[in-house]
């Protein structure tokens, strides 16, 4: 399996920390859209290293297919033909209150932007008329003028992410490759999210669709750098759980109730007491924690007969180059 790591850096940072990560042992960067935008990263970094760089994701709801498109477009350049468009849909607090965008039935509506992207891109690579009409958008305007022309490294995948059944089986029907959310454990993967692929492709017909697994880890060789590691990764861990749409992970392990008592804290502010409710079992079942080579042993067992590569996320934490080669390292084994 390869090993692809989250590019957590300003812009006129990327540069630097993109050669870092790669020379610790990456095969592909992803950015996050977190604090800083999510595309420009990419393109500072196409220039820097020869990675594969995705979006992971780019959130697809407040933006047109067709701005999507073309930033999707000239990373494909920029890169040499290494760039994947990931698209997510956040939820819906977040679209209306934080981008100040529109919410709607989120599945279908994912559907519709991924499928317009690719009828854009594929128009602007084989010079096929326009003629997206959706309920959500349309899209049956392209003059000359505002053609890129043909990509000498063919238009870029379009994945999307997903967690519930849903929209996993819209990504299945319509995307090029599903990213899995991180928020997940070995049970919910199998249980749920495959048996959805396999929904989803027979629906459109299809034989196979790229997996692009995404995981919580923590690395230490000592208790000491385990302990804080995972001090990270229970807070990301009770920030996710709070949220209701991830609620079906925690039924499906039986920890159900937790999701509104986290919900309620995180209204509250009191986030030591959210962090305090993820224990040590939570941890190991919806994260990955270990040595290097314990973590690289424990993500091929979730996702080897599935996918070729793993995102990994350190969070509130990072690594050294050892312990991140000697992952990259033992995956590849």
Known sequence: MLLDLQLDARPDQAAERARHLV???????FTFEGPHDVFLPL???SGAVEADLMTNVAIAMPRSPLHLAHAAWDLQLMSKGRFRLGLGSQIK????????????????RMREIV????????????????????????????????????????????LLGALGPVMTRTAAEVADGLLVMPFHSHRHFRERTLPAVAEGLARAGRDALPIYPQAICALGDTAEELAAATTGVRGLLSFYGSTPAYRPVLE???????????????????????????????VRTLAVTGTPEECAAELRRRFGDVADRVCAYFPGSDPSTDQVGRLAAALSR
């Open 23 to 29: 020379d610790a042992g990456a095969a592909g960067l």
């Open 43 to 45: 393109a500072v970094a």
């Open 93 to 108: 607090v977040h679209v209306e209150n934080r981008y100040g965008a529109t919410w709607s039935a989120p599945a279908a």
């Open 115 to 158: 499928l317009a992207v690719k009828a854009i891109l594929t128009s602007w690579q084989d010079g096929t008329p326009l003629d997206f009409r959706g309920e959500h958008t349309r899209h049956t305007l392209m003059p000359p003028t505002f053609v890129p022309g043909p990509n000498p490294y063919g238009p870029p995948p379009v």
């Open 252 to 282: 499906v392990e039986g920890w159900a109730d937790l999701q509104p008592e986290l919900n309620r804290l995180s209204k509250a502010g009191d986030y030591a007491a959210m962090f305090g409710l993820i224990d040590d079992d939570m």
